[in-house]
Antibody, heavy 121, light 110 residues
Framework: QVQLQESGPGLVKPSETLSLTCTVS???????????WSWIRQSPGKGLEWVAN???????YYNPSLKSRVTISVDTSKNQFSLTLTSVTATDTAVYFC????????????WGQGSLVTVSS | QSALTQPPSASGSPGQSVTISCTGT?????????VSWYQQPPGKAPKLMIY???KRPSGVPDRFSGSKSGNTASLTVSGLQAEDEADYYC??????????FGGGTKLTVL
């Protein structure tokens, strides 16, 4: 079974760049031919918001509302994928989850435990 | 595109049934058969409960069922149990490879 673990700084200053990495274990990131690798976030006390998806070949899709500030990338040699979010503000404070997304069923299957990122000076 | 619309709360007594609605538009729920539902206990990651409108992943009790009519999808939990108390989120595939979540519904077992 695929397992996912987020890692990265828990505190980022306003206007700076948020960077997170998700390490995949239990399978190769290239083995799942219908899986995309995803980021979803959840602001404190609020609902879920899809951020971005990437296929191991590099094909990516972004939430239109975040597209101008977000980059998702994949490192197959490390079995990891990453998220960068530029020019952060307090509204970007959230728990960031990495997850798998089925391209055939259009749903999220496996989730990491989540990583809280706080934007504050 | 805006988030899908869910009621903020729902409740029922043990053994009863409760239905949570999720309303979208012709650009998402009304066009695509890709509504999924997620259960999120406090402080934990979401768990997939329903996919493709009405299908259950293995391991999910058959007390959970999904349905859809027009632009509205629904999740029904039958035979409520205390362990069902959690937040529930719907999600739909939408135009231009977008993915939309609902605002979430807090289910309370009385």
């Amino acid at each position: 079974q695929v397992q996912l673990q987020e890692s990265g700084p828990g505190l980022v200053k306003p206007s700076e760049t948020l960077s997170l990495t998700c390490t995949v274990s239990g399978d190769s990131i290239t083995n799942r031919d219908t899986f995309f690798w995803s980021w979803i976030r959840q602001s404190p006390g609020k609902g879920l918001e899809w951020v971005a998806n990437i296929y191991y070949t590099g094909t990516s899709y972004y939430n239109p509302s975040l597209k101008s500030r977000v980059t998702i990338s994949v490192d197959t040699s490390k079995n990891q994928f990453s998220l960068t979010l530029t020019s952060v503000t307090a509204t970007d404070t959230a728990v960031y989850f990495c997850a798998t997304y089925s391209g055939s069923r259009r749903n999220f299957d496996y989730w990491g435990q989540g990583s809280l990122v706080t934007v504050s000076s | 595109q805006s988030a899908l619309t869910q009621p903020p709360s729902a409740s029922g007594s043990p053994g009863q049934s409760v239905t949570i609605s999720c309303t979208g538009t012709n650009s998402d729920i009304g066009t695509y058969n890709y509504v999924s539902w997620y259960q999120q206990p406090p402080g934990k990651a979401p768990k997939l409960m329903i996919y493709e409108d009405r299908k259950r992943p293995s391991g999910v009790p058959d007390r959970f069922s999904g349905s859809k009519s027009g632009n509205t999808a629904s999740l029904t939990v039958s035979g409520l149990q205390a362990e069902d108390e959690a937040d529930y989120y719907c999600m739909s595939y939408a135009d231009n490879n977008n993915l939309l979540f609902g605002g979430g519904t807090k289910l309370t077992v009385l």
